[in-house]
């Protein structure tokens, strides 16, 4: 993929932020393209910002509460 076509405003905030680079150096090649392409429209520093930061979001963890934290040693004893 030639990079040398990436809006410049977007490989700098790329590269300003770690867990995004990092986001974006494992995507596909079609993957990169598309969010180039999303990224050549937009203008100002926070919709760059904003696009960045959403390689960045981290997967929501599933909410696992337990009501007693004796719940969790519940089941067959060994001996």
Not at 28 to 55: A, P, Q
């Amino acid at each position: 993929m030639d990079y040398n076509n990436m809006p410049l405003n977007l490989g700098l905030a790329i590269t300003s932020n770690r867990l995004a680079m990092d986001r974006f150096v494992d995507m596909t090649d079609d993957e990169k393209k598309e969010f180039i392409e999303r990224g050549r429209g937009m203008m100002s520093r926070e919709e760059i910002d904003d696009l960045v930061n959403s390689l960045a979001k981290e997967e929501e963890m599933p909410d696992v509460h337990l009501e007693n934290v004796k719940d969790l040693f519940k089941g067959p004893s060994i001996g």
